[in-house]
């Protein structure tokens, strides 16, 4: 059943006519920027924030460096004590495989803080995108319309201290260089989701190590993974419990080199 579902999922992600039905628009660049205009933000705990204002409910985010690990965490507070959001980001090579995601939140006026790790050596290059009315509603239909159309898999949590959940792994094809991750607890109750996602190339060898956790209900997460190279694997852990820890995500392509 294990060796069936892993087939599945290696057909899912690499067979491009199963995604036939999917709109133009879920595989344009312009969805995920590249050209937003970077801040560097020196190691050792530094801090910046960037207060959103009351009707807008889309950010678009893009972090990268000059060559050296991409570490820092990316947090969303509504208030000074409820954090909505939080994303802790640790990647081998920043400039290799940068990563971007657009953060979809309710539009009460709440503020993004970026904090870059302990180490002073490893300063990050952040970009901060916050779209247009029309452009949020453009994103806003997009999302709608891969999750509608796109296969979704069920994670369910594990034991009340959060631990033991549920495991899906993806292969990623070679000529994928990047792959779309989406995931949204609307469906599977509306509650809250904390995942570990790592992307490894090669048995054990962890390039990528993120722990995500949003407010799932109202808080679809849409990111880009690049994916370089060959003999890539996704693989997501959901880090909640049983009776709360449900949620669904979809992995498909999003750069594909013919």
């Excluded at 209900?217 to 709360?244: A, C, I, M, Y």
Aim: glycine fraction near 10%; aromatic fraction near 8%.
């Amino acid at each position: 059943a294990a060796a069936a579902a892993a087939a599945a999922s290696i057909s899912k992600i690499s067979n491009t006519k199963l995604y036939s039905t999917l709109p133009e628009t879920s595989f344009d660049p312009a969805l995920f920027p590249t050209d937003i205009p970077l801040e560097n933000i020196m190691g050792g705990k530094t801090v910046r924030t960037y207060p959103l204002p009351p009707g807008q409910e889309r950010v678009q985010l893009l972090f990268t460096t000059n060559g050296r690990p991409l570490k820092c965490k990316v947090g969303l507070w509504l208030g000074p004590l409820r954090q909505t959001h939080n994303c802790e980001i640790d990647i081998e090579d920043g400039q290799k495989t940068p990563f971007r995601y657009t953060l979809k939140f309710k539009p009460v006026g709440q503020v993004l803080r970026i904090e870059t790790s302990k180490e002073h050596e490893l300063p990050v290059l952040a970009g901060v995108l916050i779209p247009n009315k029309e452009r949020q509603k453009e994103l806003k239909k997009n999302t709608e319309a891969v999750w509608e159309l796109a296969d979704k898999t069920l994670i369910q949590g594990g034991s009340v201290e959060g631990g033991g959940g549920a495991i899906r792994t993806w292969e990623i094809p070679e000529k994928v260089d990047s792959i779309q991750f989406l995931s949204w607890a609307r469906d599977t109750g509306m509650k809250s989701f904390k995942m570990k996602i790592e992307l490894l190339q090669g048995p054990n060898n962890k390039k990528q190590d993120f722990l995500l956790q949003c407010g799932g209900g109202s808080q679809p997460w849409h990111g880009v993974f690049e994916t370089p190279g060959n003999g890539w694997q996704l693989r997501v852990t959901n880090k909640k419990f049983l009776e709360d820890g449900l949620y669904q995500c979809a992995v498909l392509p999003f750069e594909v080199r013919e």
